[in-house]
C-alpha cells in the first residue's frame, strides 16, 4: 500500500491521480471496490477520513481544493478496509507491495499548463526507515531571470511526530553551503530556492542528516505558462554494475561527514 502526497504550492492546483490497477497484467488485484482515505498526523495521532471509493481498474484524480480541509499537510491513499478514524501508528499493508510498485500520478497545474510525475511514498520506506539522511544530487535548479525554482521534500513515518530537522544546499564545485532551512517530518516542505546564488550548470547537493524522505525540485516560469516536476534518485542510481548499496553508502557518508551546518 503507497501513500500520496500534495505539494501545495501558492499560485497552482495540487491534485493526484489514484490509480486502482496493477503495473503488470501478471500482478494479482482486488477485485472489490476500495475506499479512498485522507490522513493527517496531529496531537500524537494519524487521524483518517474517507472521501469517496475507487473501483478495480479505475482511475480517479483528487484535487486538493475540493476536499475542502484546512489542514495543508494531507496524504491520501486507498484501501480495502474500514479504518478506524485515528491510530497511534500509520496504518500500513501490504496488498499492493509488488517490485515495480504500483504507482501514482502526482501533478502541479496553473491555469495555463500542467505538469505531473509518476509517484508515491512506497510502503517499504514508511515501515523499514523509522530514521535516515539525505544526500540528492542534483542538476534541476533552474533559476534564472525569468525561471523560479522550489525545493519539494516529502516525508511519512509510521509514528505521527512532527519534528524539525534541517537540511541544507550545498556547492560542491564553490565548497560553499548556499541556505540552510527547516522542515518537518510528516510533512509535504516546500522551500523556495530563488535566492540560491549558483550557475543553471551546477550541481547542487541537498543534504539532511537526520531524516529521509523523497526529494523534488519543481520549476516555472514568472507567467507560469512553462511548468517542470522530477524527483531525483537516491546515489545508487548512480551505478550501474557491483554493489550499489555499498557504493551509495560510502558516497553519503562522504557528503554527510564534509558538509557541517
Known amino acids: 500500500m503507497n501513500y500520496y502526497f500534495f505539494p501545495n504550492i501558492k499560485g497552482f492546483e495540487a491534485s493526484v491521480t489514484l490509480v486502482n490497477y496493477p503495473p503488470l497484467d501478471n500482478f494479482p488485484l482486488r477485485k472489490e471496490i476500495q475506499f479512498i482515505y485522507v490522513t493527517w498526523a496531529e496531537n500524537g495521532y494519524w487521524h483518517y477520513k474517507n472521501i469517496g471509493l475507487i473501483r478495480p481498474f479505475e482511475a480517479k484524480e483528487i484535487k486538493y481544493s475540493q476536499l475542502n480541509f484546512?489542514?495543508?499537510?494531507?496524504?491520501?491513499?486507498f484501501h480495502y478496509?474500514?479504518?478506524?478514524?485515528?491510530?497511534?501508528?500509520?496504518?500500513?499493508?501490504?496488498?499492493?507491495?509488488?517490485?515495480?510498485?504500483?504507482?501514482?500520478?502526482?501533478?502541479i497545474s496553473s491555469e495555463s499548463t500542467s505538469t505531473s510525475y509518476e509517484g508515491d511514498y512506497q510502503y517499504e520506506m514508511i515501515k523499514y526507515i523509522s530514521q535516515g539522511s539525505l544526500v540528492s544530487v542534483s542538476?534541476?535548479?533552474?533559476?534564472?531571470?525569468?525561471?523560479?525554482?522550489?525545493?519539494?521534500?516529502?516525508?511519512?513515518?509510521q509514528l505521527p511526530k512532527i519534528s524539525e530537522h534541517k537540511i541544507c544546499f550545498f556547492d560542491p564545485i564553490k565548497n560553499k553551503i548556499l541556505k540552510v532551512s527547516k522542515i518537518y517530518s510528516n510533512n509535504c516542505n516546500i522551500i523556495n530556492l530563488d535566492d540560491l546564488n549558483v550557475p543553471s550548470n551546477?550541481?547542487?547537493?541537498?543534504?539532511?542528516?537526520?531524516?529521509s524522505g523523497i526529494p523534488i525540485y519543481f520549476s516555472h516560469s514568472v507567467d507560469k505558462?512553462?511548468?517542470?516536476?522530477?524527483h531525483t534518485h537516491p546515489p545508487s542510481s548512480f551505478t550501474v554494475f557491483g554493489e550499489t548499496?555499498?557504493?551509495?553508502?560510502?558516497?553519503?557518508?562522504?557528503?554527510?561527514?564534509?558538509?557541517?551546518?
Open 202 to 211: 551546477s550541481p547542487v547537493i541537498a543534504i539532511s542528516k537526520t531524516i
Open 139 to 157: 542538476p534541476m535548479i533552474q533559476n534564472s531571470k525569468n525561471t523560479r525554482t522550489k525545493f519539494i521534500f516529502v516525508n511519512i513515518s
Open 70 to 77: 484546512k489542514k495543508k499537510n494531507l496524504f491520501i491513499f
Open 245 to 261: 548499496l555499498f557504493f551509495q553508502k560510502k558516497l553519503k557518508s562522504f557528503w554527510l561527514n564534509k558538509v557541517t551546518f
Open 225 to 230: 505558462k512553462k511548468l517542470s516536476f522530477e
Open 81 to 107: 478496509l474500514k479504518l478506524p478514524s485515528k491510530s497511534k501508528s500509520l496504518i500500513l499493508s501490504d496488498h499492493m507491495y509488488f517490485m515495480p510498485t504500483w504507482r501514482g500520478n502526482i501533478k
